[in-house]
Structures are given as structure tokens and as C-alpha cells.
């Protein structure tokens, strides 16, 4: 078991260090960063000068390992755009993102499993066809399409949602913004969270519906049944558990998505979000910013497939028993 | 004798029996048969064909600033009170006709779309027939940089791209480059599918009898890999190609919503719908509904299509 953490932490510090490099790459290589940084009467002296300061005349080896020490410290230097550091940048703006994942997780979590298991319990009946064409139309239709639509209905005709922003917000300790507590920022986060999480939604009702389906087809519930046990407790205490730990790999892993993917929900909310901080680096080429967020999504998704391989072990006794054997 | 064992293996009966295959697989009378499949294939046949015709089908160019005029803007469509005749869809915000802009657009997003898919599949096939057949050290190299990437969501991927390649061609028109830059884009953010397929496909083919003789008559490794290895590995590629331009036409649609697509002046659907989208609140809802529409019907086409080819292609659903 020890021994397996301890490779799987070695496999992902590896891929954190790799995607580290490309983020050097982008931030050394792709535009230049004295010319960000001055203006254009700056004299070629000062640019020298500032250029041999900054370092960039050392070897690149020793560039990149800079480079690396200072992200492990969280310094990312300063935005060409809004001339701040980049940590404070996203640390002002990671609460509003964070939150928006944390209940577009919960909402397609509580509305995926029960549509998944309802469709595959009664295969034939209306409600699960509808649940299925809902569930194609969810893939198929681009986030920002579901978004407007949204908005077109609830706040321009209904007028009952707001159409834009996170409300009123609550500072909790230092950093951390809330909208959770307020009446306006509940109310703002409703069709945002629902955007973002009718895609994992989908996702979700289509995997535990295949699952379900294929462990109902098991010899042990055909003996569960056997046993003389009610059709609730065959469903839920034998068939449901055992598809949830694919269920758990993936909203696990989704989770990283739908951190990236808020990038699209964010926009169409105007949510104050680290997703319109990300994407304004990109039409301003805000090299800092945008390697900055390609780590921090990075290490979002090692520490989550991290987490998820361990719950998987815990959760799968063959998985644990397959580990100590190897 | 020797010389007609050396005749052995072509490569023409490789890509006939693919085809062969093709046919025996029923692929006509599955297609046929479901009502759901008749209609996806018709409208995507339709979108396809308005997207090659549009210049002939559309009333105007919307590309051309000089056929647009500023007092035609915001006009309702032709079938509302207070509607233009000559505008059936209505305008936009610079009085350009939308029926036109629609199907200019159309143009734009699938032409992306197919390039960027075939870029992905390029880049993919090869990378995943290298793989496969190479072993070892590449092998583990290649495979290693898909998994990174198959981590990151494609539409980050693409975001990405699209900045650092902005950034590299720094100066140019953004009207001139956008069109490559999403391709790029696409591209490089959808080959590791094909790649991972091929490679699967390419480590069960390259033990084949039909390799091994290729192989003993001295043909090079590339022309193995293309004529012979290629056709039989090609069948779950293009189920995978079709349900990446679904992909890509959303992620094109995404990123020309997001403002770093196609600029306003060559609009696709994606970008009328961002323009449409300011629209929302002060009444003239034609501007973002009639894209969205034609977005959403195109990408649902083409994403039954895809279902529809790979439960075709797949014998173990037979």
C-alpha cells in the first residue's frame, strides 16, 4: 500500500514538474518579457540592464529551475495587464470559482445518480426516455447555448434570476469571499451552477444507468433476490454501492473539468471568477496569468486523481488486496 | 515459384477488404432502419450542402462591409410586424442580412471544424501508428504526453494554443490568422483519442501474418504502417472523427463566443451568437436565436451520427 502512494506520488510530482517546464516555456520564451514590462522609449541601456536583473541572460537550465522554486513558492511574478502579482490576481478570484464547482458538484451529483438509477430500474417507461433525451440534448448543446437560454428565460422574460455577478458577498477570515450567505448571491449562483453542472450531470446519469444495468446482470443480485430480499434493498444496498465506485473516479476527475470549464459558464454569467481572469490573459496575451492557471489546474488535477486512485483502494477491497500482492 | 510468394501481400486487398467489410456489415440497412439516424444523416447532408453553396444560396455577403449598410441594422425578421422583406431572418447590429450571416457562418464553423479534425487525426494517426508499432521507449514517451494531456479538458487545450499562438504571431491581422489559429487549436487539442485507438489497433495488427510477410520482403517500416497497418485501424478512427467534429464545431462555436475566435467581421455561429448575446436584453432576439438554433441542430446531427456509427461499427453490439 505504502509503496503504491508513494510511486503514485512520484508519477504525479513528474507531471507537475513537466507541465511546470512548459509553463517556464511560455513564460520565458513566447513573447518578451522586458518588452512587457517597459515602456517604448525606454532606453536600450535600461533594457540591459533590467534584462541581466530579471536573470534572463543565465543559462535556461538555471532559468527553469528559478522558475520552478519561485512557482512552488506561489510566485508567478506580475501581470503585464494589470501590472499586480499573479498570485494575488487569482488568490482574490479563486473563492467565486471554487464555490460555483462545489455546488454545480453537489447539484449534478443529487440530480445525476437518481435519474441513472430511475433509467436503468425502469427502462421502458416515458420518464426514462425523457431523462435520455435530455441527457443527448446535454451533451450536444454547447455550455454557453444552455447559459443564454437560461438567461433568456429566467432573467429577460421572467425576470426572476439576476443575469449577472455573484450578489452580495460575505468576507469570511482573510481571503475567502462567500455568496452563500447572502439572499442576492444565492439567488445569482442558481442558473450559473445549473450551466455548469448539467454537462458532469449528464455524465453522471449516463454512467450510473450503463453500471447499474451491468450489475444487476450479476450472479450475487440474482442471489440477493434469491435470498428472498425486497427489491429496495437488492437495488440500493447491493446494486447502487457497487457501481459508485466508478462514479466516484469520475465525479472525482470531473471536478477538474469543471473548475477549467467554468471558464465558458463564467464568462456568460460575468461571474468574477478566476475563468474571466484566465481568459483575459489570453486576448491579452497575459503570459504570467496564463502559466500560472495552467499549474494551478495542473495541481488541481494530480492532487485529484491522486486523491480519487486512494479512495479507490479504500473503497474496492480487490483493488487492496491486488496491491499488496504486487 | 519464389516470385509469386513475393506477389503476396499488397496493399490493395488490404483497403478492399476494408471496404468489403464495410459492406457486409450492413451498414446500409442499419442506417435505414432507424427513422432518428435517416433524419440526423438528411439535415447533416443539408448543412453541409448550404455550408458548399452558401455563396449562391445567401442573398448577400456578409463577409463584404460594402454590401452591408448601417440603416438596414436591427431589423426584425420578415415574418414579424415591422419585419423587412428583403431580410428574412432579420439584421444584426451593422444591418447585415442573418439568413446570409447564418450561412456564411455555417461555412466558417464547418470548414474548421473538418480542418481541425483532420489535423487532430493527422497528428493522432501517426503519433499512435509510431507508437504501436515502434514499442518501447517512444512508445512510452508518446503515451505518457497523451495521458498529461487527456487531463486538461480540451477546451482549456485549445484556449492555450490559441493564446501562445496569438502571441507568436504577434502584429498580424487577427483576420488573416484566425482561421489557422483555430484549426491549430482544435487540432492539437483532439488527436490523443485517435492516437491511443491506433495504437491499441496497431500493437494487435503488427503481429499479423500479413505484416510479418511484409515485413520478410524488405518493404520500409513507413510503407508498411501506411498501406498495410493504416486501412485495417481505420474503422474506429472514423467513429472517432465523427464525433470530434461534433466536438470541434462546439469548441470553435466556444472559443469564437469566448472572443478569441473569428473576429465580427467574418463571423461563424459562435461569433453571431456572442454578438447576439448583447442583443438579449433590449429585445431583438432574432440576432442570438437563429445561430443558436442552427448551432445546436448541426452539432445534435452530427453527434447522432456518430452514436449511430459506432454501435454500427462495433460487432459486439450485433
Do not use: C
Request: overall charge positive; aromatic content about 10%.
Amino acid at each position: 500500500m505504502i509503496a503504491f502512494i508513494i510511486r503514485r506520488l512520484f508519477a504525479s510530482i513528474g507531471v507537475l514538474i513537466a507541465v511546470g517546464l512548459i509553463a517556464f516555456l511560455l513564460f520565458r520564451y513566447v513573447g518578451d518579457p522586458v518588452n512587457q514590462m517597459v515602456g517604448i522609449e525606454t532606453p536600450e541601456s535600461e533594457r540591459v540592464a533590467l534584462r541581466q536583473q530579471l536573470g534572463l541572460n543565465d543559462p535556461a537550465i538555471v532559468q527553469a529551475l528559478r522558475f520552478l522554486g519561485h512557482a512552488a513558492r506561489l510566485d508567478f511574478g506580475i501581470s503585464y495587464q494589470f501590472k499586480q502579482p499573479v498570485s494575488e490576481l487569482i488568490g482574490a478570484r479563486m473563492p467565486a470559482t471554487l464555490e460555483l464547482a462545489f455546488v454545480a458538484s453537489i447539484l449534478s451529483l443529487l440530480a445525476g445518480i437518481p435519474m441513472g438509477v430511475y433509467t436503468a430500474l425502469h427502462r421502458k417507461s416515458a420518464l426514462a426516455k425523457l431523462f435520455e433525451a435530455l441527457s443527448l440534448v446535454g451533451i450536444s448543446l454547447p455550455t454557453f447555448l444552455i447559459g443564454i437560454l437560461l438567461i433568456y428565460l429566467f432573467a429577460v422574460t421572467l425576470g426572476w434570476l439576476p443575469s449577472f455577478g455573484r450578489g452580495d458577498v460575505v468576507h469570511i477570515g482573510s481571503w475567502w469571499t462567500t455568496g452563500l450567505l447572502t439572499a442576492s448571491g444565492l439567488k445569482s449562483i442558481i442558473m450559473p451552477a445549473i450551466t455548469l453542472a448539467l454537462f458532469q450531470m449528464t455524465l453522471i446519469m449516463r454512467l450510473v444507468r450503463a453500471e447499474m444495468l451491468e450489475v444487476l446482470r450479476a450472479d450475487y443480485i440474482r442471489f440477493a433476490r434469491a435470498r428472498g430480499l425486497s427489491e429496495r434493498k437488492v437495488h440500493f444496498r447491493h446494486a447502487l454501492k457497487n457501481t459508485l465506485v466508478p462514479v466516484i473516479t469520475v465525479v472525482g476527475l470531473q471536478l477538474g473539468s469543471i473548475v477549467a470549464f467554468s471558464i465558458i459558464t463564467e464568462t456568460v454569467f460575468s461571474w468574477p471568477g478566476m475563468g474571466q481572469l484566465f481568459l483575459q490573459s489570453v486576448q491579452n496575451v497575459d503570459i504570467p496569468i496564463m502559466a500560472a492557471y495552467l499549474l494551478f489546474i495542473a495541481f488541481l488535477f494530480v492532487v485529484i486523481n491522486l486523491v480519487v486512485d486512494l479512495l479507490y483502494a479504500a473503497v474496492d477491497p480487490r483493488l487492496r488486496v491486488a496491491i499488496h500482492g504486487a | 515459384m519464389s516470385e509469386i510468394s513475393v506477389e503476396l501481400p499488397k496493399s490493395e486487398p488490404a483497403s478492399r477488404s476494408f471496404l468489403g467489410r464495410l459492406k457486409d456489415s450492413d451498414l446500409l440497412a442499419s442506417f435505414l432502419s432507424s427513422k432518428v439516424t435517416v433524419v440526423a444523416g438528411a439535415l447533416t447532408l443539408i448543412f453541409f450542402l448550404a455550408a458548399v453553396f452558401a455563396p449562391l444560396i445567401a442573398p448577400t455577403n456578409p463577409f463584404d462591409p460594402a454590401s452591408n449598410f448601417l440603416i438596414d441594422s436591427l431589423n426584425p425578421p420578415r415574418f414579424v410586424t415591422g419585419g423587412d422583406a428583403r431580410f428574412l431572418l432579420g439584421t444584426d447590429d451593422q444591418g447585415r442580412d442573418l439568413w446570409s450571416a447564418i450561412l456564411y457562418g455555417l461555412r466558417v464553423s464547418l470548414l474548421i471544424g473538418v480542418f481541425g479534425v483532420l489535423l487532430g487525426g493527422a497528428i493522432g494517426i501517426t503519433l499512435g501508428l509510431i507508437a504501436g508499432y515502434a514499442g518501447g521507449r517512444i512508445d512510452s514517451i508518446i503515451m505518457r504526453i497523451a495521458d498529461v494531456q487527456l487531463t486538461f479538458p480540451a477546451i482549456l487545450i485549445a484556449l492555450l494554443v490559441d493564446g501562445v499562438v496569438q502571441a507568436l504571431l504577434k502584429g498580424q491581422n487577427r483576420e488573416q490568422t484566425a482561421f489557422g489559429i483555430l484549426v491549430i487549436s482544435i487540432g492539437l487539442s483532439f488527436w490523443v483519442q485517435y492516437a491511443r485507438t491506433v495504437r491499441g489497433s496497431t500493437l494487435v495488427e503488427k503481429n499479423r501474418d500479413y505484416v510479418q510477410a511484409a515485413r520478410l520482403i524488405g518493404l520500409s517500416p513507413a510503407r508498411i504502417l501506411m498501406r498495410h497497418i493504416l486501412p485495417n485501424v481505420m474503422g474506429p478512427v472514423l467513429v472517432i472523427a465523427t464525433i470530434n467534429l461534433a466536438l470541434a464545431i462546439i469548441t470553435e462555436a466556444t472559443l469564437s463566443f469566448l472572443g478569441v475566435g473569428l473576429p465580427p467581421t467574418q463571423p461563424s455561429l459562435g461569433t453571431l451568437i456572442r454578438i447576439g448575446q448583447n442583443f438579449l436584453f433590449s429585445g431583438e432576439w432574432w440576432i442570438v436565436t437563429f445561430p443558436s438554433i442552427t448551432l445546436a441542430a448541426l452539432v445534435l446531427a452530427v453527434n447522432l451520427l456518430g452514436d449511430w456509427l459506432r454501435d454500427a461499427l462495433n460487432p459486439r453490439l450485433k
